[in-house]
């Protein structure tokens, strides 16, 4: 399902654990390279993802020459963030159309994150539904702008306090758009015990309405930190990705790759199965039990026919194949049609 379709139609009390979106958050992973850039999503394709994100900036737009970093400096050693932006700004409108055309002949969904007004406008024509950064929760006008496209939004909301989140979603509940909530901590890695998967549980309180989902920079062998935010209700579910974890700087240290990729979906797939439903029914696998591990009102004594029955005449023992139990008051003061032997399941027929 398209991510679009997916945030319109969703309903949070009808949620009944949907396989999650799986997005591969490539970001600028390819450092300008066309060729990098296809075979990205051609193994985001291959490892099961349903989209692939980019992101769209140009230095300049982005930070000022005075932007210290907020990453871990020994994988990625830049110092500041103008200077690590340049260095993987090249692709521009034409670039992602190629991407876009690509994607579609893969069958993928296409996707990347705008930073500033212009990249948004050239974007709009090329995907359904627009990433807010985390980093622009706060940029109340260049959420405005997103508005204007009137698309689905995905908003991540790593290191931000509750407050803010909340007006931001008022202002897109005011233009009346849809949008998905991702939990997100704006740690590059985050380590296992900031991952803080609790607080999907405080926005699902907060925010009963939307739906849910979750950003990771978690290291990939931490699958397990992708499977608990399904289960807390993430059902779109973003996670950098590259095509070589082994490569130096920028998101490759903490990315998953393909092979990562199908270990996620396969494990959350299991997730989704030990689950099951939300509804609460007797499963056809319950039947025997049903009839056989129930009880039914059985005679404690031997009762002539004549006897007025009370409760004193009456236990209750498997299975469930005479009169139940819940209806013990109305067949207290009835009369005996017939003689009932002692631990006979008794039946309605029995009585008058």
Known sequence: MAIKEFINTYQPEKDNNPFPIIIAEAGVNHEGSMEI????????????????????????????????????????????????????????????????NHCDAAGIEFLSTPFDVESLHFLNDLMDVVKISSSDLNNIPFVREILKYEKPILLSTGASYLWEIQRTVEIIDKADIKYCLLHCILNYPTEIKNANLGMINTLKRHFPNSMLGYSDHTQPENINVITTSYILGARIIEKHFTHDKTL?????????????????????????????????????????????????????TDI???????????????????????????????????????????????FE
């Open 37 to 100: 850039a296809k075979r990205m999503i051609d193994e985001a394709c291959e490892g099961g993802a349903q989209a692939i994100k980019f992101q769209t900036y140009k230095a300049e737009k982005l930070a000022s020459k005075d932007s210290p970093y907020y990453w871990d400096i020994r994988k990625e050693s830049t110092r500041s963030q103008y200077e690590l932006f340049k260095k993987y700004d090249k692709f521009w409108k034409t670039e992602y159309e190629e991407l876009k």
């Open 248 to 300: 130096p700087g920028n998101d490759h240290y903490h990315a998953m790759d393909k092979h990562d990729l199908k270990k996620i979906i396969q494990e959350v797939n299991i997730i989704r199965h030990i689950l099951g439903s939300n509804d609460k029914y007797p499963l056809k696998s319950e039947s025997a039990s049903r009839k056989n591990a129930r009880r039914s009102l059985v005679a404690a």
């Open 304 to 350: 002539l026919a004549g006897d007025v029955i009370t409760y004193e005449d009456i236990t209750w023992k498997r299975p469930a194949k005479g009169i139940n139990p819940e209806n013990i008051d109305t067949l207290i003061g009835k009369k005996a049609m017939v003689n009932i032997p002692e631990d006979t399941i008794l039946q309605w027929n029995m």
